[in-house]
């Protein structure tokens, strides 16, 4: 009987392991991001300020440089995604289509500041590898996609 309740006992600790470990997300519930295979932008960076994330985070400040003689624009549109078996898949946003209708220069060879809002858009997430995306539009109606990864 005590071999059977060690056992038992024994299953449901690694029962619960390895439930620690998912991200709470699944694959075949997401979308998957077209940007999968983009090539890392050389044109405009971003870099989230804070060292640490976590699942109650609710915003963070973040930087953008451009690293070009050029001036780019963005909006305040933000894009989360969650990297899911080795390929990144967008997280839902709640406000998705609600940002608002303001343009952002971003001035050549600068460094601007932005706030990356989470709470309210995505809710708790739950551990994992994300990444933030941001789209930049240059003068010539070139497109550069920016993002930063972090873990929770």
Do not use: H
């Not at 620690?20 to 300020?49: H, M, P, R, W």
């Not at 915003?59 to 953008?64: F, G, M, N």
């Not at 969650?82 to 940002?99: H, N, R, T």
Request: glycine share 6%; with cysteine.
């Amino acid at each position: 009987m005590r071999k059977m309740i060690a056992i038992v006992s024994a299953l449901l600790i690694m029962a619960a392991l390895t439930g620690c470990g998912s991200s709470g997300f699944s694959a075949d519930k997401l979308t998957i991001s077209e940007y999968n295979d983009a090539e890392v932008n050389t044109q405009v960076q971003l870099f989230i300020k804070q060292k640490t994330m976590t699942s109650n985070t609710q915003e963070a400040a973040a930087a953008i440089v451009n690293l070009t003689d050029k001036e780019f624009t963005f909006d305040a549109v933000q894009r989360l995604e969650v990297k899911l078996d080795g390929k990144w898949y967008i997280v839902p946003d709640s406000q998705e289509g609600i940002a608002p209708a303001v343009i952002y220069n971003l001035p050549a060879e600068r460094t601007e500041e932005a706030m990356l809002y989470f709470g309210e858009r995505y809710g708790e997430l739950p551990q994992g590898e994300y990444r933030v995306l941001k789209r930049f539009a240059g003068p010539d109606g070139e497109t550069a996609i920016a993002s930063a990864e972090f873990k929770i």
